[in-house]
């Protein structure tokens, strides 16, 4: 198999994915939030499942929607260990 510029190219993408750990509370452009959607709806999935769920919020309900999901998150963890 012969390797192409765009084999090359996603070899390369795929290198440079990271997983973030580590947020800041500063506020994301709504056009910025937009294009991040967009190319989530296209991304590729196990099984083409697209099995992802987005919650977009601020301030107090921001806060009960972290809260709510950590502790699922919490729970499930438990429940595998």
């Known amino acids: 198999m012969t390797l192409t510029a765009e084999t ?3 070899s390369a993408l795929t290198a440079s994915r990271r997983s973030t750990r580590a947020f800041t509370d500063r506020e ?5 939030l937009d294009a991040i959607l967009a ?7 196990w ?3 697209r099995a992802f769920r987005v ?24 429940a595998h260990a």
């Open 8 to 10: 090359n190219d996603f």
């Open 39 to 45: 190319d989530a709806t296209t991304a590729p999935s």
């Open 55 to 78: 919650a977009l919020a601020t301030g107090e309900r921001a806060q009960r929607l972290r809260e709510h999901y950590g502790r699922l998150f919490d729970e499930e963890i438990a």
């Open 28 to 32: 994301i452009p709504a056009e910025v």
């Open 47 to 49: 099984s083409n499942t």
